[in-house]
């Protein structure tokens, strides 16, 4: 009897001991693929991203929607994150927040929170945002592919948590449209929509809301937007600030 039991004993601990090993060896792999596919994320690198995208991929976005299809994701990240002329974009995981789950014989789920930093028309890398992610990978032919992805709870940064919007007169606010000459971005233009000034330059397309009469700012970066008219020449004038530091100075053109 003292044996038998001494034999379950044994068979237990021992499936206990390969269940660990397999968890961990599951974990360590899971976090190596997903290591390269941040890394191809962030060097754009499409042949090595692709493979990880399986062709009954789906993405949820809670800001940009839902994407079916791996040809379809693949194609607005070409389109998008890596075309050349659009801002420079790069992830960062949050440290000790991801975690992993094994899916019983055929895949895991990876979760965790990551920053994303823009870099523009040669300008300092800024944060312009945080969220949480969730990965679902699929084993299939001893290759590794995710089939969804979920990315969410987008935050901005603390640089601009802390502003307060007002309301300005259409009145005031149709004093500062118009087309801006600035020195690193090009031809910025100012309109009004719905009580608010909107901002388009190239593909950035962002609503400012107004913090004084002639400062506005930006809720999805560390931004500010100063108006203010030149004594000598008087041409309105856009002081750009990020995080309290001006990087820009943009003239309207007459």
Request: aromatic share 8%.
């Amino acid at each position: 009897m003292k044996k038998t039991i001494l034999t379950l004993l044994i068979i237990i601990s021992s499936s206990v001991i390969n269940a660990q090993h397999d968890k961990n060896e599951l974990q360590e792999t899971i976090l190596s693929n997903d290591k390269k596919f941040w890394e191809a994320y962030n060097q754009c690198d499409l042949e090595s991203f692709s493979q990880f995208i399986a062709e009954d991929f789906e993405f949820y976005h809670d800001k940009g929607g839902l994407t079916k299809g791996g040809t379809k994701m693949m194609s607005l990240v070409k389109q998008n994150l890596c075309d050349p002329s659009n801002p420079r974009v790069r992830r960062e995981v949050v440290q000790g927040s991801v975690k992993v789950y094994p899916l019983n014989n055929y895949g895991a789920i990876i979760s965790g929170e990551h920053q994303f930093y823009v870099t523009s028309s040669g300008q300092e890398e800024r944060l312009t945002e945080i969220a949480k992610f969730t990965h679902v990978w699929h084993k299939k032919d001893n290759s590794w592919q995710m089939t969804r992805v979920l990315s969410f709870d987008h935050q901005q940064p603390s640089g601009n948590t802390e502003n307060k919007s007002v309301n300005i007169s259409k009145d005031i606010l149709e004093q500062y449209t118009g087309t801006y000459n600035a020195p690193k971005t090009g031809n910025v233009v100012i309109s009004v929509n719905d009580n608010q000034l909107r901002l388009q330059a190239g593909k950035m397309d962002i609503m400012l809301k107004a913090k004084e009469n002639n400062i506005f700012f930006s809720e999805t970066a560390p931004l500010t937007f100063e108006f203010k008219e030149n004594s000598e020449s008087g041409r309105m004038e856009m002081t750009v600030r990020e995080n309290n530091k001006v990087v820009e100075i943009a003239t309207i053109d007459n």
